[in-house]
T-cell receptor, first 115, second 112 residues
Framework: ETGVTQSPTHLIKTRGQQVTLRCSSQSGHNTVSWYQQALGQGPQFIFQYYREEENGRGNFPPRFSGLQFPNYSSELNVNALELDDSALYLC??????????????FGNGTRLTVT | DQQVKQNSPSLSVQEGRISILNCDYTNSMFDYFLWYKKYPAEGPTFLISISSIKDKNEDGRFTVFLNKSAKHLSLHIVPSQPGDSAVYFCAASETNAGKSTFGDGTTLTVKP
């Protein structure tokens, strides 16, 4: 059973640039979500995708967008990067659609630094 | 406002003793609660969960207690082992809402 993998592990970008982070879901999982974890805080929900459609979104601006592909892999895109976007970005997959009652399986995250 | 709170940023216990990690929530719509453990440079891993229809769930050394009237849950680890040293996150979700809401974590240190 292959777990959740994310790439790249670390990334440094300049304010105003755009970034794409990638995630491969755990085998058999059809739902993927993205979380932002700032230093010293818990993960904050960005959005969730089920069957290639966004079906839940947290309190993040539209410059945070995503995609889910037929093989359930996913991308997180962030436009017009700001310094406060510096954080650990976590991808998580699980079985089920909108239902929150199943554990998340997390990748090891992408550490994004915006300078 | 933070809907899930872990008021103790850190906890230190002796090996073999009990570790008790606490979590409070404010949203009465939450009906599923989970604990995750996180080691440095790794993503959180699922530890144990409890549905709002129960008040206790046990899995080996780990037990989660839920007090719905107080909107409080706790994770008990007995006996604590040095390998349990990690950051523990409490999370809560509503059925059909999809997202999980996390606390800011408690760093547990188990001393040999």
């Amino acid at each position: 059973e292959t777990g959740v993998t994310q790439s790249p592990t670390h990334l440094i970008k300049t304010r105003g640039q755009q970034v794409t982070l990638r995630c491969s879901s755990q085998s058999g999982h059809n739902t993927v979500s993205w979380y932002q974890q700032a230093l010293g805080q818990g993960p904050q929900f960005i959005f969730q995708y089920y069957r290639e459609e966004e079906n839940g979104r947290g309190n993040f601006p539209p410059r945070f967008s995503g995609l889910q592909f037929p093989n359930y892999s996913s991308e997180l895109n962030v436009n017009a990067l700001e310094l406060d976007d510096s954080a650990l970005y976590l991808c998580a997959s699980r079985l089920g659609g909108r239902d929150g009652n199943s554990p998340l399986h997390f990748g090891n995250g992408t550490r994004l630094t915006v300078t | 406002d933070q809907q899930v709170k872990q008021n103790s940023p850190s906890l230190s216990v002796q090996e073999g003793r009990i570790s008790i990690l606490n979590c409070d929530y404010t949203n009465s719509m939450f009906d599923y609660f989970l604990w995750y453990k996180k080691y440095p440079a790794e993503g959180p891993t699922f530890l144990i969960s409890i549905s709002s229809i129960k008040d206790k769930n046990e899995d080996g050394r780990f037990t989660v207690f839920l007090n719905k009237s107080a909107k409080h849950l706790s994770l008990h680890i007995v006996p604590s082992q040095p390998g349990d040293s990690a950051v523990y996150f409490c999370a809560a979700s509503e059925t059909n809402a999809g997202k999980s809401t996390f606390g800011d974590g408690t760093t547990l240190t188990v001393k040999p």
